[in-house]
T-cell receptor
């Protein structure tokens, strides 16, 4: 079956602009996660959705970052007033549900802020 | 709280020789432990996982890892390296039995020499 997909694969923007990154989880997976991977580092947790609600957003670095999952499937990560330090690969993962912590990752979106 | 320390940022082996990638963890509860692999320009792939069953875990591509609670370690091994094993490897911890954020180590870059 289809895995986790993310669009776009690459995004180049200018400092101060707004960007949206999209994630399509595996069908039937109720849990969805966003991570950020900076160059040379391991992924860092941003936010976790169970269904439509954000169950844990403790990893969002500041209020410029926001994510939604209105219908419990596709999720969008939104970044306002982008800064050069936001440049990273943004990874999305999904898992079956609350009792299953095996996460399946998408290929990521590489965001470059000029 | 939970954390992971990967003791080597780079490991270099010759093809056909054993691989050892070291990982120590810290967790205030019974953890689940994972090893993920990331090939260049590809998504994270799960190699193996430990979830409190057998302490010796076998994964894909001939990799295995042993959970040692007394040493708080979860080292990854393979008897004979193959050129295709060259990649970045991440040791990961999460709370056992629940869909929660993964905490990644900083990664070990494995180079396989011909």
């Amino acid at each position: 079956g289809a895995g986790v997909s993310q669009t776009p694969s690459n995004k180049v923007t200018e400092k101060g602009k707004y960007v949206e990154l999209r994630c399509d989880p595996i069908s039937g997976h109720t849990a969805l996660y966003w991570y950020r991977q900076s160059l040379g580092q391991g992924p860092e947790f941003l936010i976790y959705f169970q269904g439509t609600g954000a169950a844990d957003d403790s990893g969002l670095p500041n209020d410029r970052f926001f994510a939604v999952r209105p219908e419990g499937s596709v999720s969008t990560l939104k970044i306002q007033r982008t800064e050069r330090g936001d440049s990273a690969v943004y990874l999305c993962a999904s898992s079956l549900g609350p009792a299953n912590n095996e996460q399946f990752f998408g290929p990521g979106t590489r965001l470059t802020v000029l | 709280a939970q954390s992971v320390t990967q003791l080597d940022s780079h490991v270099s082996v010759s093809e056909g020789t054993p691989v050892l990638l070291r990982c120590n963890y810290s967790s205030s509860y019974s953890p689940s432990l994972f090893w993920y692999v990331q090939h260049p320009n590809k998504g994270l792939q799960l190699l193996l996982k430990y979830t409190s069953a057998a302490t010796l875990v076998k994964g894909i591509n001939g990799f295995e890892a042993e959970f040692k609670k007394s040493e708080t370690s979860f080292h990854l091994t393979k008897p004979s390296a193959h050129m295709s094993d060259a990649a970045e490897y991440f040791c990961v911890v999460s709370p056992s039995g629940s869909a929660r954020q993964l905490t990644f180590g900083s990664g070990t870059q494995l180079t396989v020499l011909p």
